[in-house]
């Protein structure tokens, strides 16, 4: 069935269908989520605001507008960088250090670790402050991660398999595990410093 019979059949009630379109599109909600990175967080908590837009999207479509895919993409995002947006308190101090990372216009080697497109830019002034911001967390990461670390990090973030940046690296896939592993405790440690 095509998504939008199924978008039909789960507005009537049909819990099949909505689990159905949940499932097909894990995989791009996980995918949509690399690309928002939060120090101290974790990608499942993107993850999970990803499958609320997601689910918002199933229950929100009307095809007048356009394909379920495309609007669907839109109500991931949106969810995401909403939910960033609030967080964005001292209460949450790990939210308030999110950023997109989506392309940069720049081609410095450090800004290609981490293409980035900040989620809130209201005026120039503050655009520049967080590229500045930005580029000082590059290099913060930088120096806290390895350099097998950081290659791998940066294939992760950009959407990257474990089996896609094993074979890359040439380096075991066990390895790409437990090199993100370390990279998220000396993140946290990282992120806690700078408390």
Do not use: W
Not at 88 to 104: D, E, G, I, M
Not at 108 to 121: A, Y
Not at 149 to 170: D, M, N, P, R, T
Request: with cysteine; aromatic share 8%; proline share 2%.
């Amino acid at each position: 069935m095509t998504d939008e019979e199924l978008v039909k059949l789960a507005k009537t009630g049909d819990e099949n269908a909505e689990n159905t379109l949940l499932e097909r599109y894990k995989d791009l909600v996980v995918k949509i989520s690399r690309s928002y990175f939060i120090i101290g967080g974790e990608l499942e908590d993107i993850v999970q605001e990803g499958m609320i837009g997601l689910y918002k999207a199933i229950k929100n479509f009307s095809e007048n507008k356009s394909t379920f895919k495309t609007f669907a993409v839109t109500c991931i995002k949106h969810q995401i960088q909403s939910a960033i947006k609030k967080a964005n308190t001292k209460k949450n101090a790990p939210l308030s250090n999110s950023v997109s990372l989506q392309s940069f216009s720049d081609n410095s080697d450090d800004e290609q670790f981490l293409p980035l497109n900040l989620i809130i830019q209201t005026s120039p002034d503050e655009k520049v402050v967080e590229r500045e911001n930005y580029q000082t967390l590059v290099m913060k990461i930088k120096e806290c991660l390895s350099k097998k670390e950081f290659e791998v990090l940066k294939y992760y973030l950009q959407g990257y398999s474990y089996k896609e940046i094993a074979e890359i690296l040439k380096i075991s896939e066990k390895s790409i595990d437990n090199s993100l592993t370390r990279i998220k405790s000396k993140l946290k440690t990282l992120n806690s410093l700078s408390d």
